[in-house]
């Protein structure tokens, strides 16, 4: 009876192995099912811009490009010119680096922008008013922690 028992759990635990890990490069990000294709590296960009937001702010960053790529606009996105940007990344823990990719994979196959078709994004708190942008231009569609969301007029 105990040699039955130590192969059935052995058997239990090799099959469960196998199934976590399934699950785990099933579930990892990709373009699958994206009603926009999504552009190279633009998670890092995010990562970049929106890290400190959680995922639904890295989620409505996301968004933001997503409607500048389905209005024919170039990505405009300071994040991806960061000149230590790998470094950046690599300094915090790749639980955020799953958290953006997840974020911004699911902005792209999602329908319901939490942004009301935001086009720019800024964090006027800290930053300021863009010197480049008009106000009356632009108007507030959202806001989420320290990151107001625009769409221009």
Do not use: Q
């Not at 996301?62 to 470094?87: P, Q």
């Amino acid at each position: 009876m105990m040699k039955i028992d130590r192969a059935l759990l052995g058997f239990v635990a090799i099959v469960g192995g196998a199934l976590f890990w399934a699950i785990i490069i099933n579930t990892f990000p990709t373009d699958k099912g994206c009603s926009v294709e999504i552009p190279k590296d633009l998670w890092k960009g995010v990562f970049a811009e929106a890290v400190g937001e959680g995922y639904e702010g890295a989620k409505m960053a996301a968004y933001v490009y997503k409607n500048r790529i389905r209005e024919g606009r170039s990505l405009g996105c300071v994040g991806l010119r960061r000149h230590d940007l790998d470094a950046f990344i690599d300094k915090h823990n790749v639980r955020y680096t799953w958290m953006v990719k997840v974020a911004v994979k699911d902005a792209f196959r999602d329908n319901r922008d939490p942004t009301g078709g935001a086009t720019l994004y800024e964090n006027i708190f800290k930053y300021g008013w863009p010197k480049d942008w008009d106000p009356r231009k632009v108007r507030i569609t959202a806001v989420h922690k320290n990151h107001v969301f625009f769409k221009e007029l």
